[in-house]
């Protein structure tokens, strides 16, 4: 009754530096999926590492809260699970915020191939602006970031210069150039 369901997709191409294997290599470590988002201050593992899905405590500066409302941070627990095709993130915060994000490398029949997210959230009416807000900007951000980590691992040592469109990526070289995890 005093709740508000809802659900945000997005998808951005994949750089085209990275091969598969280092996009979900990336994409199954829940330390870089994490820290991708820069409110992310901190993550701590309470669970058995060998559990799945592992359940982890984090630290967030809960950025879609206005600050006039709320200037400090939040814990909340985060349940991560790597899956063939990409990572499940199921967040339980305070103040009844839930929200199951699906990362997926998704390859089409032409050959390309993009990052997708999805998120299904479920939080108090007094925030589903702000969070639906939130959550449409942060997709793209996290995708840009994303595929920033991934440049920086397929090219060590090539500096990466930023293009004036988000978004956008300069090519260097061929697919042989490629470095393969």
């Given at each position: 009754?005093?709740?508000?369901?809802?659900?945000?997709?997005?998808?951005?191409?994949l750089?085209?530096a990275?091969s598969?294997?280092?996009a979900l290599?990336?994409?199954h470590?829940?330390d870089i999926?994490?820290h991708?988002?820069p409110?992310?201050?901190?993550?701590?593992?309470?669970?058995?590492?060998s559990?799945m899905?592992?359940?982890y405590?984090?630290?967030?500066?809960l950025?879609?809260?206005?600050?006039?409302?709320?200037s400090g941070?939040?814990w909340?627990?985060?349940f991560?699970?790597?899956?063939e095709?990409?990572?499940?993130?199921?967040?339980?915060a305070?103040?009844g915020?839930?929200?199951?994000?699906?990362?997926?490398?998704?390859?089409?029949?032409?050959?390309t191939?993009?990052?997708?997210?999805?998120?299904?959230?479920?939080c108090?009416?007094?925030?589903?602006?702000?969070?639906?807000?939130f959550?449409?900007?942060?997709?793209?951000?996290l995708?840009?970031?994303?595929?920033e980590r991934?440049?920086?691992?397929?090219?060590?040592?090539?500096?990466?210069r930023?293009?004036?469109?988000?978004?956008?990526f300069?090519?260097?070289?061929s697919?042989r150039?490629m470095?393969?995890v």
């Amino acid at each position: 009754m005093f709740n508000s369901s809802f659900s945000y997709s997005s998808e951005q191409p994949l750089s085209r530096a990275a091969s598969d294997n280092i996009a979900l290599k990336l994409m199954h470590d829940v330390d870089i999926i994490m820290h991708l988002n820069p409110d992310c201050k901190g993550l701590k593992l309470v669970s058995d590492p060998s559990a799945m899905p592992q359940e982890y405590k984090v630290e967030d500066s809960l950025a879609f809260v206005p600050k006039k409302l709320w200037s400090g941070g939040v814990w909340y627990t985060a349940f991560f699970q790597p899956v063939e095709d990409g990572c499940d993130i199921t967040i339980q915060a305070p103040g009844g915020f839930n929200s199951t994000n699906k990362w997926r490398l998704v390859k089409k029949a032409d050959g390309t191939r993009s990052i997708a997210i999805t998120s299904d959230a479920k939080c108090s009416k007094t925030f589903a602006y702000f969070v639906k807000k939130f959550l449409e900007s942060q997709h793209g951000q996290l995708q840009r970031t994303f595929n920033e980590r991934v440049e920086s691992v397929a090219r060590p040592g090539i500096p990466r210069r930023r293009s004036s469109m988000p978004g956008s990526f300069r090519t260097m070289g061929s697919a042989r150039d490629m470095v393969a995890v």
